[in-house]
């Protein structure tokens, strides 16, 4: 059994780990459940990624209770289906997506899921930026992954919902991104809870991207319905041969044009940094690297994050991951 520490890491030791352990059908024991995050333990969030995994793969489990500190989960065969999972909270119903996708793809008939919970989340990747930037490099991989936000879920009530159909993979493709290619152009995404239009926020939001990036820039503009009020906005360059972006989320007290400056900044500090994949992306695509063997990308940054979800995925599987600057490679 593979015993894992998380004394110094938070949910994604966790997720990985699941992924990990139902792909390889290698049982594992983690102590000190995100004990670097200020609410220790399990969260809804986590402990329904948990157990949706264990109701895919009909695993025994130890620990699976709220605040659980520890777990032990012992695999046993994946059986793709159709299945809804509902978080209960605002938690991020793209981490539990994050979670169930490695052992789904790899079976012999096509999974469908419906997810319930927050859709744009702190600390997170939004399900709009999943789909504009993180699905289209698993496209590259030759991953067949449809993915539909039917209802925007903020935070604290929650309440949105995706749904992913998840397509059999025959066979990944490692992912090679050494260079960006010629910028093709800049999109900026502002989406608001409907709650928010009369102070037209989405709008705002894109006029303060704008100040700060102008040049090559498409716009776009959403209004949703949602229980709670909230808005994002998300900056995507578009290169010939990757996307690099950011996402902002509305805080309250912060004018909507902040927020907008705050995410185009934060998109050009990716851009300037000459990376192939932005830092967050790049510690998603991790797990995909080395199921395919082979791969190189170049992030924005090496961060903890990436650092400690290497050494799980080393631990699960009969890889080697190389760090040259801010190259990332399987050796």
């Given at each position: 059994m593979?015993?894992?520490d998380?004394?110094?890491?938070?949910g994604q030791?966790l997720?990985?780990s699941?992924?990990?352990?139902?792909?390889t059908?290698k049982?594992f024991?983690i102590?000190?459940?995100?004990?670097?995050?200020?609410?220790?333990g399990?969260?809804?969030?986590?402990?329904?990624?948990?157990?949706?995994?264990s109701k895919?793969c009909s695993?025994?489990?130890?620990?699976n209770?709220l605040?659980?500190?520890?777990?032990e989960?012992?695999?046993?065969?994946?059986?793709?289906?159709n299945?809804?999972?509902d978080?209960?909270t605002?938690?991020?119903?793209?981490?539990?997506?994050?979670?169930?996708l490695?052992?789904?793809?790899?079976?012999?008939?096509?999974?469908?899921?419906?997810?319930?919970?927050g859709?744009?989340?702190?600390?997170a990747p939004?399900?709009?930026?999943?789909?504009?930037v993180?699905?289209q490099?698993?496209?590259l991989?030759n991953?067949?992954i449809?993915?539909?936000?039917?209802?925007?879920?903020?935070v604290?009530?929650?309440?949105g919902q995706i749904t992913?159909k998840?397509?059999?993979?025959k066979?990944?493709k490692?992912?090679?991104i050494?260079?960006k290619?010629a910028?093709?152009?800049?999109?900026?995404?502002a989406?608001?809870?409907?709650s928010l239009?009369?102070?037209?926020?989405?709008?705002?939001?894109?006029?303060?991207f704008?100040e700060?990036?102008e040049d090559?820039?498409?716009?776009h503009k959403q209004?949703?319905?949602?229980l709670?009020p909230g808005?994002?906005?998300?900056?995507i360059?578009?290169?010939?041969?990757t996307?690099?972006?950011?996402?902002?989320?509305?805080?309250?007290g912060v004018?909507?044009?902040d927020?907008?400056?705050?995410c185009?900044?934060?998109?050009?500090?990716?851009?300037?940094?000459?990376?192939?994949?932005?830092?967050f992306?790049?510690d998603?695509?991790?797990?995909?690297?080395?199921?395919?063997?082979?791969?190189?990308i170049?992030?924005?940054?090496?961060?903890?994050?990436?650092?400690s979800n290497?050494?799980?995925?080393?631990?699960?599987l009969?890889?080697?991951f190389k760090?040259?600057?801010?190259?990332?490679?399987?050796?």
């Open positions: 593979i015993t894992i998380s004394a110094n890491s938070g030791i997720r990985t699941l992924s990990l352990s139902v792909v059908q049982p024991k102590t000190n459940i995100r004990g670097k995050r200020e609410k220790p399990l969260q809804n969030q986590h402990l329904t990624a948990v157990n949706a995994m895919i695993a025994q489990v130890k620990g209770s605040h659980s500190k520890e777990l989960f012992k695999p046993s065969k994946v059986n793709p289906g299945y809804i999972f978080i209960g605002a938690g991020s119903t793209m981490l539990v997506l994050q979670t169930l490695p052992p789904l793809l790899f079976t012999k008939s096509k999974s469908q899921l419906k997810i319930t919970g859709t744009s989340n702190p600390l939004p399900a709009f930026y999943t789909k504009a993180f699905l490099f698993l496209k991989m991953i067949d449809i993915v539909n936000v039917e209802k925007e879920g903020f604290p009530k929650g309440g992913a998840i397509m059999p993979c066979k990944l490692p992912l090679n050494t260079e290619g910028l093709e152009k800049i999109h900026a995404f989406v608001s809870s409907q239009r009369e102070n037209d926020v989405a709008q705002r939001l894109l006029n303060g704008a700060i990036i090559n820039l498409e716009i209004y949703v319905s949602s709670d808005c994002f906005i998300s900056g360059a578009k290169y010939a041969n996307f690099i972006g950011t996402t902002s989320l509305g805080k309250l004018k909507a044009e927020i907008g400056k705050e185009a900044k934060n998109l050009l500090s990716e851009i300037n940094s000459n990376c192939t994949v932005d830092s992306t790049a998603q695509l991790l797990i995909y690297m080395a199921l395919s063997k082979k791969g190189k170049i992030s924005s940054k090496i961060t903890d994050h990436i650092k290497i050494e799980v995925i080393e631990k699960f009969d890889v080697k760090i040259e600057g801010n190259e990332i490679s399987i050796k």
